[in-house]
């Protein structure tokens, strides 16, 4: 650490979750830091044993839980044990490090950033919630109610009383932050956006999106769909299905480029329903190489259709990418694309608009333009740099007096 490193303010992040995993929770760890250390600040992410340390970020993680070795969403039975030992790791580190602020990503990492904060009480630490959406909304996504009904009320009362304890809370979207205020009035006053982002990709070599194309068999005469995240059905894994489905036989070639994991449970689909010819599953890559794969597609998909308030980091991803975008009809796609973007209503109006696009190719450059240009003034990382200055300066305004 270089010595005008060591004199700048830190701000110790925890994290509960395997990251760096290539998923979306991560991605935007990884930007708000980013952001923050734009803000002149060191960071310090304290996280659990799984995952890759990224480049330029700070990473201290819990000793190994030998059987806990699941790396994509949802919930585990070690998580508790996990969360123990992250809250041990985070009290060391606080004690090391003195931070300024804890910034808690995740509803567990709220709790744990509390109690950190409980057992140094005299310092008087400033603890900044991160959120991606309700943590009753995001469990109903996932079918946790389901078996368990009767979990839901006292789960929304454990968040009521979750959401009491940071001194502010913001949420990576503006859907988000609109469920949050009206579901929790209480904890209104310190709601604020800090919204997700995306980076400006570099251009790639055409020679090289050429060799990689032939490698994943991608038919050169077909339109490509392209489709990046976590495959699950929380995810819009069976609307995924159902529109690869309806492709089949069609007379334009359409190929599908899946960008993501677990791919068990669609290696099977597609065998079952010989579909495999038109589909290319990659698996899980590199969060880096992705710009390569979605540089690919003709066409973008996201086929999440929830409402519980979580973002689309993929949707960023692709109007940094200059796609053309099918999704569904969500406040949250309506808020990232706009209302001048067709949205769909059901599957079949996604495979109508996908054929549209593929039947159009100034259609589809024109629509890929509007995203990127809308993306470039309302979704890069350096408007929510904007949003988190607003934030730390009121907790911090000594820091932001030095500069």
């Known amino acids: 650490m270089s010595e005008s490193q060591g004199n700048r303010d830190t701000i110790l992040h925890i994290a509960p979750t395997p990251f760096f995993s290539d998923r979306g929770c991560h991605i935007r760890i990884a930007g708000i830091v980013t952001c923050l250390q734009k803000l002149n600040f060191n960071n310090l992410v304290c996280t659990y044993h799984l995952?890759?340390?990224?480049?330029?970020?700070?990473?201290?993680?819990?000793?190994?839980?030998?059987?806990y070795q699941k790396t994509t969403a949802g919930p585990s039975k070690y998580k508790l044990w996990a969360d123990f030992k992250l809250l041990c790791i985070a009290l060391k580190q606080y004690r090391h490090t003195r931070p300024v602020a804890i910034h808690a990503h995740l509803h567990e990492g709220v709790l744990v950033a509390w109690f950190v904060k409980l057992l140094n009480f005299w310092r008087r630490t400033p603890v900044v919630a991160d959120?991606?959406?309700?943590?009753?909304?995001?469990?109903?996504?996932?079918g946790s109610f389901k078996k368990y009904p009767f979990l839901k009320w006292p789960i929304a009362l454990i968040e009521r009383v979750l959401l009491l304890l940071p001194n502010h809370i913001v949420c990576s979207s503006q859907h988000a932050l609109e469920i949050m205020t009206a579901r929790f009035p209480e904890s209104a006053h310190k709601l604020t956006l800090a919204q997700d982002g995306a980076d400006e990709p570099e251009a790639v070599d055409q020679s090289e999106l050429a060799q990689l194309r032939s490698q994943l068999d991608i038919d050169p005469e077909a339109i490509c769909v392209v489709y990046s995240g976590v495959l699950m059905e929380s995810k819009g894994l069976n609307e995924l299905k159902q529109i690869i489905h309806l492709c089949k036989g069609q007379t334009k070639p359409i190929h599908f480029l899946i960008v993501g994991y677990p791919t068990e449970e669609l290696t099977e689909f597609l065998h079952s329903n010989n579909l495999e010819s038109i589909c290319s599953l990659t698996g899980q890559i590199p969060f880096d190489t992705l710009p390569s794969y979605l540089a690919l597609g003709d066409i973008a998909l996201d086929t999440k259709n929830s409402e519980a308030g979580e973002g689309s980091g993929k949707i960023l991803n692709y109007m940094a990418n200059a796609k053309p975008i099918i999704a569904f009809n969500t406040t949250n796609n309506r808020k990232f694309l706009g209302t001048d973007t067709t949205l769909a209503n059901n599957v079949n109006e996604a495979h109508q608009i996908m054929m549209s696009f593929a039947d159009d190719?100034?259609?589809?450059?024109?629509?890929?333009?509007?995203?990127?240009?809308?993306?470039?003034?309302?979704?890069?990382?350096?408007?929510?740099?904007?949003?988190?200055?607003?934030?730390?300066?009121?907790?911090?305004p000594v820091h932001f007096d030095k500069e």
């Open 131 to 142: 959120l991606q959406g309700s943590l009753v909304g995001e469990l109903e996504t996932y």
């Open 51 to 67: 995952g890759k340390d990224v480049n330029g970020i700070a990473t201290c993680r819990i000793a190994n839980i030998k059987n």
């Open 361 to 396: 190719q100034s259609t589809r450059r024109n629509t890929g333009k509007q995203h990127y240009e809308r993306f470039k003034h309302k979704y890069s990382w350096d408007v929510s740099v904007t949003q988190l200055e607003a934030v730390y300066r009121r907790f911090l």
